[in-house]
């Protein structure tokens, strides 16, 4: 995803989202790094910073206009319904 700030719509809390680089910081207190991002395929790997219980999460994300869609990867499937859409303000 470029760099950018992004309200957020998510089946969970969250309503922002800043993006600089290879770190996303969400509602300006969850801090991840970018492992692996294919722009090809939209798969992105991110991982937490900072916090005791490290997690790895995979998503797609598939652009629509200034929107972003986050899908869940769960062993090799990707969800169809969106989790999460980032929205480029």
């Given amino acids: 995803m470029p760099d950018g700030e992004y309200s957020v719509n ?41 916090s005791k219980n490290k997690s790895t999460q995979i998503y797609k994300i598939i652009k629509t206009g200034n929107q972003y869609k986050w899908h869940v990867v769960a062993k090799g499937i990707t969800a169809d319904k969106a989790v999460a859409t980032a929205t480029k303000k």
Avoid at 14 to 28: E, Y
């Fill in 10 to 50: 998510a089946a969970w809390n969250w309503k922002h989202l800043s993006v600089k680089g290879n770190k996303f910081t969400l509602d300006s207190a969850r801090n991840y790094e970018v492992l692996s991002q294919n722009t090809e395929n939209g798969i992105i790997v991110i991982n937490t910073i900072g």
